[in-house]
């Protein structure tokens, strides 16, 4: 896939034909797990179908490590989707269907499960790419997806919660030959019958959805660390997370809400911006809380000291989603009954925990 840093073109890497499909899955699962401009910590996933299990990346848990750890979790297919098909609340707690004995480490599988268990092809791969995010937040996203991917069989899905309100809407769009998704404030979904066929999907569909980032003055580091003294923050570990706040076109995109769910679980609701003159200390006081970062517009980013790498991950996300939307352009915010299903969603509440369990950079 991708190169590591996310700077290189994507392209498929040739695989062991007589490996085991699961194991390109996995393969291909880390590749993609290691480009921020796919996935974003322990955000997206992969999964694969056999034999009535549907095998899918584990809640809270990193693609990257896909090929080290055992990520993966079995899931009993039929079960699964008797359960969607009758609205059953069951399905949204995908642990219901795990298949216990094959589970040992007793993992979670994804919230978005019943999304990959609704579509029919064997391999489905789950990335929150910042080039299909920057377009789904877009009033307009579905003309700006008829003219990029044409000829494809594809469907754009107007946001919804994941979980049973995502896999409701997206079977109200599915035909039977379609095979790309893209989710309103979301991400995209491929998905195909071999590893090899997803991979080169995928390929196809995010060089159709790429475009440059607009560019970003670099950020005042010696200010940034003025703003920080005395304060529980501290520049973000990625130099690439302070474009957010230098371009100040990214900045007011940001500054009006929240884009995509995972930025509500990781970062919180929307953008904390502070105001001429303020430092981190001033802003703490006139918010009354501790944001996990703050946008000093025409500066740059601080992150709180505690921030770990799900935040971090996050923060470097939310410039590479900004930097890829026009100006000018009308934007789909999340609602306020919207970040308060994410924040209050036991499934999102599960991955908060993980999340504030993780490592925590310094």
Same mark, same amino acid.
């Given at each position: 896939?991708? +190169?590591?840093?996310?700077? &290189?073109?994507?392209?498929?890497?040739?695989?062991?034909?007589?490996?085991?499909?699961?194991?390109?899955?996995?393969?291909?699962?880390?590749?993609?797990?290691?480009?921020?401009?796919?996935?974003?910590?322990?955000?997206?996933?992969?999964?694969?179908?056999?034999? &009535?299990?549907?095998?899918?990346?584990?809640?809270? %848990?990193?693609?990257?490590?896909?090929?080290?750890?055992?990520?993966?979790?079995?899931?009993?297919?039929?079960?699964?989707?008797?359960?969607?098909?009758?609205?059953?609340?069951?399905?949204? %707690?995908?642990?219901?269907?795990?298949?216990?004995?094959?589970?040992?480490?007793?993992?979670?599988?994804? !919230?978005?499960?019943?999304?990959?268990?609704?579509?029919?092809?064997?391999?489905?791969?789950?990335?929150?790419?910042?080039? %299909?995010?920057?377009?789904?937040?877009?009033?307009?996203?579905?003309?700006?997806?008829?003219?990029?991917?044409?000829?494809?069989?594809?469907? /754009?899905?107007?946001?919804?919660?994941?979980?049973?309100?995502?896999?409701?809407?997206?079977?109200?769009?599915?035909?039977?030959? #379609?095979?790309?998704?893209?989710?309103?404030?979301?991400?995209?979904?491929?998905?195909? *019958?071999?590893?090899a066929e997803a991979a080169l999907l995928l390929q196809r569909v995010t060089g159709l959805l790429a475009r440059p980032p607009r560019p970003s003055p670099l950020p005042d580091l010696d200010a940034l660390?003025?703003?920080?003294?005395?304060? *529980?923050? @501290?520049?973000?570990?990625?130099?690439?997370?302070?474009?957010?706040?230098?371009?100040?076109?990214?900045?007011?995109?940001?500054?009006?809400?929240?884009?995509?769910?995972?930025?509500?679980? /990781?970062?919180?609701?929307?953008?904390? !911006?502070?105001?001429?003159?303020?430092?981190?200390?001033?802003?703490?006081?006139? %918010?009354?809380?501790?944001?996990?970062?703050?946008? /000093?517009?025409?500066? &740059?980013?601080?992150?709180?000291?505690?921030?770990?790498? &799900?935040?971090?991950?996050?923060?470097?996300?939310?410039? *590479?989603?900004?930097?890829?939307?026009?100006?000018?352009? @009308?934007?789909?915010?999340?609602?306020?009954?919207?970040?308060? +299903?994410?924040?209050?969603?036991?499934?999102?509440?599960? @991955?908060?925990?993980?999340?504030?369990?993780?490592? #925590?950079?310094?």
């Amino acid at each position: 896939m991708r +190169e590591p840093a996310g700077e &290189g073109r994507l392209m498929v890497h040739p695989v062991d034909t007589g490996a085991s499909e699961f194991r390109m899955l996995r393969s291909l699962s880390a590749s993609i797990g290691a480009d921020p401009l796919l996935v974003q910590g322990a955000g997206g996933n992969t999964s694969i179908k056999q034999a &009535g299990v549907l095998w899918i990346k584990a809640s809270g %848990t990193w693609l990257k490590n896909a090929r080290d750890d055992e990520i993966m979790v079995p899931v009993a297919l039929a079960p699964l989707l008797d359960a969607v098909a009758h609205r059953s609340p069951a399905a949204e %707690t995908a642990g219901q269907f795990t298949l216990v004995d094959l589970n040992p480490r007793q993992l979670r599988p994804s !919230i978005e499960t019943t999304v990959h268990a609704l579509l029919p092809q064997k391999i489905v791969v789950h990335v929150h790419c910042v080039e %299909t995010i920057s377009i789904a937040v877009q009033a307009n996203a579905e003309a700006l997806l008829e003219e990029r991917l044409r000829g494809l069989e594809w469907a /754009f899905v107007p946001y919804r919660r994941p979980g049973l309100p995502l896999a409701q809407a997206i079977s109200e769009r599915l035909k039977p030959a #379609t095979n790309v998704l893209v989710l309103g404030n979301h991400g995209l979904v491929v998905a195909a *019958d071999t590893v090899a066929e997803a991979a080169l999907l995928l390929q196809r569909v995010t060089g159709l959805l790429a475009r440059p980032p607009r560019p970003s003055p670099l950020p005042d580091l010696d200010a940034l660390l003025r703003l920080a003294a005395g304060s *529980d923050y @501290r520049l973000p570990a990625s130099v690439a997370a302070h474009a957010v706040a230098t371009d100040l076109a990214s900045c007011r995109i940001a500054a009006s809400g929240s884009l995509y769910p995972d930025h509500v679980i /990781f970062l919180g609701v929307g953008s904390v !911006i502070a105001g001429p003159g303020e430092n981190a200390a001033a802003v703490v006081a006139r %918010t009354g809380s501790a944001p996990t970062s703050i946008l /000093f517009p025409g500066k &740059g980013v601080l992150m709180r000291r505690d921030a770990n790498a &799900g935040a971090e991950a996050m923060a470097r996300c939310l410039s *590479d989603v900004v930097a890829r939307v026009d100006g000018a352009a @009308r934007v789909n915010y999340l609602s306020p009954k919207e970040n308060a +299903e994410l924040l209050n969603w036991d499934a999102e509440k599960y @991955r908060q925990q993980l999340n504030r369990e993780g490592v #925590t950079l310094q």
